[in-house]
């Protein structure tokens, strides 16, 4: 049973500094890809390990290579672009220019059985013979590319052409025809199958195409994408393919103008050379999906839904017809697929990366290249190699480990200045790896960040607080044991932001704010600590409070405010208040809990307050470092005295009155004036002039006729806070 060690750990590792400390942890698969990995393989287990040994065998100096095949012997052909060369390469790793063709690339290449070397080129498709050294034009079909060359079982070379779609059959005298019409536009892929028919991939369609002898096909496969990159056949019959969908990452030089061709103006392929050998070539499984048959049209629509969004797929046509996707990828192109030993490798465009599939579920991401793309994968008798572009490199992949290897990993946003506890990882042995750590204050690693610093025998990390952090682990084995690297965690520990007051709102009076409760089972506190720390460590923001209730309140007075804080942290808050021409802040509440507070406007004096709100999160931190904000509010009255009214008779005019009324208020103004005669209804009146907005109005009544006898006369008038001021008039009418 394997020993698993959890290093380093975590014991009141965090000194007390503030707020609630968070985790960077890398554990998961997709977790570790994002890295950079050097001599470092990552497993299906979720766990680093030392990589295949991956040596430089050769360099081109070429852009690329577009093409690659092994002979016999184990010596290796490569066809460059752009500048049409093709080198030979030794088993000793010898290498040199065998030949310099006319045109700009060489897109495949293919050996026959006496070890003799076929090239292909664009943007003039011409097939070439190459026997000492010596490039003589064996077959032309008069079109643009030669994507794919195989020899059959017959020894009779089939040449698949683009931008007409045609595959040629061609007999060692060098004498073609046409052989099958695919009515695609490029033929791409190639391979031969143990029975002897050609299994070809086409674009723009997406099929992969099963060619009998006698010229009858058969589409295997319709798989909903743009085009079929790579074909092979594995030694049970199963084939092999990747597929690509949208933009392709490498495209050959565009074709010169020739009279009486025109080139397809919306048609862009990707390069795809298929090196044929005796055995087929290129494969691998990443991602499990469902079994499909492509016999089945629901099946069919599911896989299309399922490849919808993959820019790449790696997928297995069993020989009973059985589909299944074995790896899909949204930002990675595969290039290259190849049954060797038992696994399925397959080649992509994303740091040159080259996989390993050994049935479902079972995938490693075996090599990170130091070139950009890994376009070809070669098997030389029980030798390996991979060809790359930007540079066109030729690398021996080794059947022994590295002797160390390292794991850089992505860069850590902790969206503060933090600084850092004590790191853990889990390993079967602490003495085979070594962590180091480095920070800056940038997103992108530069001159201006740390130096890497290993981490000491605690955990700790003498790197400098900052934002941004990364970390690298060393494997070294021992010559006993090889070192395996299966998460690492860092603690980080934000910076305390201060607390802050955004915005206070004074309602109007007379509404009271109340607490809604929560219903058990159903709502989260979003004050609950717990849960503040939970959604921080998943990413998530801060719970909202709940929305206070508004009610009718005679004489309420309320306020409501809103704070943020930066580090999530639990706030409580201080209510002060203070008069118009006062200087020291009394205290109205403290601890509040709530972002609202309701008082009985009786609860102070009447005249003009403010009212001061004093956030703090010392629940969240140690009192020496909680940190505070403030704002104050907008001025606001208290008034709870009614408005002083006083009535008198100016003259009686043929049965009408005329009243002057004089209201006046101490504290606020007044808003709203009514009048009523012998309990009539209530009618509005106007000020002398002719708006209400002054503590103090004067009005000017004068009535409709009365009828003889006595009358009363009331009016009332109201200030801002709904205080109401009444007075009365009895008039006599003869």
Known sequence: MKRIFWLLPLAAALPLLAVTPLFWETRTYDDFRKGKLSNVSLTSDDELILAPRFDVV?????????????????NIYLGTGHDG????????????????????????????????????????????????GTPKEFFNPHTKYIWSLVFDKQGRLLVGTGDKGVIYRVTPDGQGASFYDTDETHVVSMAIDRDGNLIAGGDPKGYVYRISPEGKAFVLYDSGMREIHSVAVGPNGTVYASAISGEPALAPAPAPATSGTTANPQTTVTVTVNAVTAEPQD????????????????????????????????????????????????????????????????????????????????????????EEQTTRLIQAGNQLYAASSNIGK?????????????????????????????????????????????????SVPDKTWSEWQPVDAAGASASPKARFVQWKAALKPDGTKSPRLGSVKVPYLQQNFRPEVTNIDVLTSGVALQKVPLNQGNNVNPND????????????????????????????????????????????????YRAENERTWKSLKKDLEDNFYTINSDTLPDGTYTVRVVVSDQPSNPPDLALRGEMESRPFTIDNTPPVVTMSLERTENRRIRIAIEAVDQTSTLSQAEIAIDTGDWRPVFPKDGIIDEKTESFSYLSGELSPGEHVIAFRVYDQNDNAGMAKLVVRIP
Do not use: C, H
Request: glycine share 6%.
């Open 394 to 442: 030729l690398f021996r992949i080794g059947d022994t480990s590295a002797t160390s290897g390292t794991y850089e990993s992505t860069v850590k946003d902790t969206d503060a200045v933090s600084s850092w506890g004590k790191l853990t990882w889990r390993s079967d042995d602490k003495n085979l790896i070594e962590v180091s750590t480095r920070t800056g204050n940038t």
């Open 85 to 132: 060369k093709i080198f030979k390469v030794d088993p000793s790793g010898r290498g040199a220019m065998m030949a310099d063709l006319s045109e700009l690339d060489v897109l495949a290449l293919a050996i026959d059985g006496n070890d003799v070397l076929y090239a292909g080129t664009s943007p003039d498709g011409t097939v070439y013979k190459i026997e000492n």
């Open 529 to 576: 600590p717990a849960t503040i720390r939970a959604n921080a460590r998943a990413g998530q923001p801060r719970i909202q409070p709940i929305p206070p209730r508004r009610a009718p309140q005679r004489g309420a007075q309320s306020f409501q405010w809103t704070a943020t804080d930066k580090n999530l942290d639990t706030l409580t808050y201080d209510l002060y």
């Open 283 to 370: 494969v691998q499984v990443i991602e499990p999906a469902e079994p499909v048959s492509s016999a089945t049209p629901r099946a069919q629509t599911r896989r299309a839904a399922n490849e919808a969004n993959a820019q790449s797929a790696v997928f297995e046509i069993l020989p009973d017809g059985v589909v299944n996707t074995l790896w899909r990828s949204r930002d990675e192109m595969v290039f290259s697929v190849l049954p060797y030993d038992g696994k399925l490798l397959f080649s992509t465009g994303a740091k040159g990366r080259i996989y390993s599939v050994e049935g479902p579920r079972n995938t490693t991401l075996l090599l990170e290249s130091t």
């Open 58 to 74: 050769f360099n081109t100096e070429q852009t690329l290579v577009w093409s690659a095949i092994a002979d016999s012997k184990g």
